[in-house]
C-alpha cells in the first residue's frame, strides 16, 4: 500500500456488453497489463455506461457479461495482486459524482460529442443517458484522482471533455480535481473492422456480424475464416505506408502482437503475397488467444474466486471514490 501512495495512478475500463475483440486487447487490455508494474491501477467494468443503449441490454445478458468480462480482464494478465478491479454499479459515487458533474457541463459540450452523435443516429429513441455518456465518465476517472488513462482512440475526446469538466469545476469551487492524461498506443489505437477497415472494429457489430472482429474467447476456425477473408486490394503492397486500409490493418495488428519494429516486419514480408500475411497473422492471433482462453475457462468456473476479487476491488474503490466524493460535495457547500 505504502508503495501504491508514490506510484501514479492509472484509471480504465470496458463496456461489458457486445463481443470483447482484439482491438479492445490491443488498444486498451494490453497496454494495461504491460504498464501494470509501473503504476497503481484501478480497472472498471463500466456496466452503467453499457445501460446507455437500454433496447440492447437485457438483465439476463448484462449479469452474464459481466462476469465474463471480469474474467477476462484477469484472464488477459491482470494481476489482482497489482490491480484493483471492480464493477462500476458497485460503487454508487459514480453515479453521484456524474449528477453534480452535470451541473456544471454546458450541454454544447455533449452536443459536440463525435461518439455520442454516431450512436444517437442509428436509435428510434435517444434516451439521456447516452447523450450524458461522457459526464460519467469524467465521473469515474476524476473520483480516483487518475493521473493517466490508458485507452484506445476513440475515446480521446472523451478524456478531453473530462479534462474541461474537471478544470472547469476546479474554476468553480477550488483545485478539487486532478487533470488527467490518456495513454494511448502510437500505433494499434484504432483497429479496423476485417470487413470494413473504413470504419472501427465495433464490439456491436462484432457481435451481431460474421468477419468483422475477432472476438478474445473465437475459436481458431472463426480467427481463420474472418482472416482469410479480411478485405485487401489486387495489388501486393506490404509497406506499412502504402498498404491500402486493410492491409495495413492487419499489418498494425501484426506489429501489436509480436512487438516486431516496421523495418522487421517489411523485411520479413518483402517478397511475399497477402494470402503469406493472412496466414502468419491467422498464427499470431490464434497464438496469443490461446493462453487468454485457457484462463478463461479456468477462472469462469472460480466463481467464489472471481468474487472475492471483484468485492476486495469493490471495497477499495468505495474508499476512494468516498473520498473524493465527500470532498467535492463539501467544496459545493452540500451538506455531509
Ligand atoms: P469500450 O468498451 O468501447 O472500449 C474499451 C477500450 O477499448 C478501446 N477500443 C479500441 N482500441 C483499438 N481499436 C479498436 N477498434 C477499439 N475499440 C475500442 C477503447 O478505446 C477503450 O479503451 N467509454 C469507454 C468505457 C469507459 C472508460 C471510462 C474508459 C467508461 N468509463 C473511464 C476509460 C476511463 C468505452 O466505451 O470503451
Not at 475500463?13 to 482484439?22: D, L, S
Not at 494499434?188 to 470494413?196: N, P, S
Amino acid at each position: 500500500m505504502e508503495t501504491n501512495l508514490k506510484k501514479k495512478r492509472v484509471f480504465s475500463g470496458i463496456q461489458p456488453t457486445g463481443q470483447i475483440h482484439i482491438g479492445n486487447y490491443v488498444g486498451a487490455l494490453s497496454l494495461w497489463v504491460e504498464n501494470q508494474d509501473q503504476y497503481d491501477n484501478i480497472f472498471c467494468i463500466v456496466d452503467l455506461h453499457s445501460l446507455t443503449i437500454p433496447e440492447k441490454v437485457k438483465p439476463d445478458y448484462l449479469r452474464r457479461k459481466v462476469k465474463e468480462a471480469a474474467a477476462l480482464y484477469l484472464a488477459c494478465g491482470i494481476d489482482p495482486d497489482k490491480s484493483t478491479i471492480f464493477i462500476q454499479s458497485q460503487v454508487t459515487q459514480h453515479a453521484e459524482l456524474a449528477w453534480l458533474l452535470n451541473c456544471v457541463t454546458p450541454m454544447g459540450w455533449l452536443e459536440r460529442m463525435t461518439q455520442f452523435k454516431s450512436k444517437a443516429e442509428s436509435l428510434e429513441t435517444v434516451g439521456t443517458g447516452l447523450f450524458d455518456y461522457p459526464v460519467l465518465m469524467a465521473a469515474d476517472i476524476l473520483l480516483y484522482k487518475t493521473d493517466y488513462v490508458p485507452v484506445g482512440e476513440d475515446q480521446k475526446q472523451h478524456i478531453e471533455i473530462t479534462r474541461d469538466i474537471a478544470q472547469r469545476f476546479n474554476h468553480m469551487y477550488g483545485e478539487v480535481f486532478k487533470i488527467p492524461e490518456e495513454l494511448m498506443r502510437k500505433s494499434g489505437a484504432r483497429i479496423m473492422g476485417f470487413d470494413d477497415p473504413e470504419s472501427k472494429m465495433s464490439k456491436s457489430i462484432g457481435e451481431v456480424k460474421k468477419r468483422h472482429s475477432i472476438g478474445l474467447l473465437d475459436p481458431p476456425d472463426t480467427v481463420k475464416d474472418t482472416i482469410m477473408k479480411a478485405t485487401t486490394d489486387s495489388n501486393r503492397e506490404l509497406r506499412f505506408e502504402y498498404a491500402s486500409p486493410g492491409v495495413k490493418n492487419m499489418l498494425v495488428l501484426y506489429e501489436a502482437l509480436t512487438g516486431k519494429s516496421r523495418e522487421e516486419i517489411e523485411k520479413h514480408f518483402e517478397n511475399s503475397n497477402y494470402g503469406t500475411l493472412k496466414k502468419e497473422l491467422i498464427d499470431v492471433v490464434v497464438e496469443t488467444l490461446k493462453p487468454i482462453q485457457a484462463r478463461f475457462e479456468e477462472i469462469i468456473r472460480e466463481e467464489t474466486y472471481l468474487n472475492n476479487i471483484l468485492k476486495e476491488g469493490r471495497e477499495r474503490a468505495t474508499e476512494i471514490a468516498g473520498d473524493t466524493l465527500d470532498i467535492v460535495k463539501r467544496s459545493m457547500g452540500l451538506s455531509l
